[in-house]
């Protein structure tokens, strides 16, 4: 009679039953290991060590003066994600759009400015906010838009300065459209109490004269181009292009006059082909000609009263105040 297998041999060739036999152990076994680890509470909403309300904003504000204003805005959505109940909130998402508009993404700026403006409708931010929606827009050339703008802040705003401000830039909105007259009773507008009323007055006298400006007409140009080729362009001032077309038509015309006298029809019709497209050209240049003189007249207008009355949007500093300079100061 054989004896019985002892336990070890059994556990030794039977593969299935020891690895039953070890798994089971694995699992009873206490292992300090295996054991569960609490985890930090809120690990996505705690800001790294040191990185501090205070601390965030004042590198932020380091970012914008040294005109780093992409890095900047960084910095203030990382404020707002970590500190959301912060009383500087304002603030920061203000100077979100700041930076925005002097990086010169004037499209996310306006969209900033209209975030705070909804968001903290009765802040100071909020009320500035509106005023650089106008800005935002002027800097697209979305002059129309801006002044619409500017009609709901004097519609709406109780705060006597940023309805003067309104006023003003209401007033260029229109100067950009060269509705001169129109700019100038917007200008008007501004109240004697506004720091900047002597300088709307005087802007007002100065768009008066955008009704006399020396301009050129371009029907009388391309009647006298038509007339005699180079003289309109002659009339826009403009001596080296009204002999040049002159010459081009004058030799083509003459030319063609000449094969007609021998009978040379066929280079007589070539020439008066292409001495069609001279004449044709001689006019369309004068009558060009005298809307780009305009234009230049207008343009450097613009140019000069900018210089001596535009208002410049500063960097954002504390303590909110507006001046001559839109001092928005925090």
Do not use: C
Not at 57 to 80: C, G, P, S, W
Not at 259 to 286: D, K, R
């Amino acid at each position: 009679m054989l004896p019985a297998p002892s336990l070890l041999h059994v556990l030794f060739t039977h593969d299935r039953l020891l690895l039953y036999v070890m798994s089971l152990l694995l699992i009873l076994w206490p292992n300090p290991l295996l054991r569960a680890q609490p985890l930090s509470p809120h690990p996505s909403t705690t800001p790294l060590e040191g990185l501090t309300a205070d601390r965030l904003l004042t590198f932020a504000d380091r970012l914008m003066r040294e005109k780093e204003y992409f890095r900047a805005i960084t910095e203030y959505q990382r404020f707002l994600f970590y500190y959301p109940h912060d009383q500087r909130s304002a603030m920061a998402s203000f100077r979100i759009g700041l930076a925005f508009y002097r990086g010169q993404d004037y499209s996310r700026a306006l969209y900033t400015f209209r975030q705070v403006t909804q968001r903290y409708a009765e802040t100071p931010y909020g009320k500035q906010a509106w005023l650089w929606q106008g800005e935002s827009l002027m800097q697209q050339a979305n002059y129309s838009e801006a002044e619409r703008i500017y009609n709901a802040i004097i519609r709406q705003q109780a705060d006597t300065t940023i309805t003067q401000f309104a006023h003003y830039q209401r007033g260029w909105s229109l100067l950009y459209r060269r509705q001169w007259e129109q700019a100038a009773a917007a200008f008007r507008l501004v109240s004697q109490e506004s720091s900047f009323y002597n300088a709307a007055q005087r802007l007002a006298d100065e768009t008066g004269k955008g009704l006399q400006l020396p301009k050129k007409s371009p029907a009388l140009a391309g009647i006298l181009s038509a007339i005699l080729p180079g003289s309109g362009q002659l009339y826009n001032g403009r001596p080296g292009d009204a002999l040049l077309s002159f010459l081009l038509n004058g030799v083509f015309i003459i030319g063609a006059l000449q094969a007609v006298e021998q009978g040379e029809l066929a280079i007589a019709g070539v020439l008066g082909f292409f001495e069609a497209g001279w004449y044709t050209g001689n006019v369309y240049s004068a009558v060009n000609g005298a809307h780009k003189h305009n234009r230049h007249v207008e343009t450097t207008f613009l140019g000069n009263l900018e210089d001596r009355f535009r208002l410049h949007l500063p960097e954002a500093r504390r303590s909110p105040t507006l001046g001559i300079r839109l001092g928005f100061r925090f």
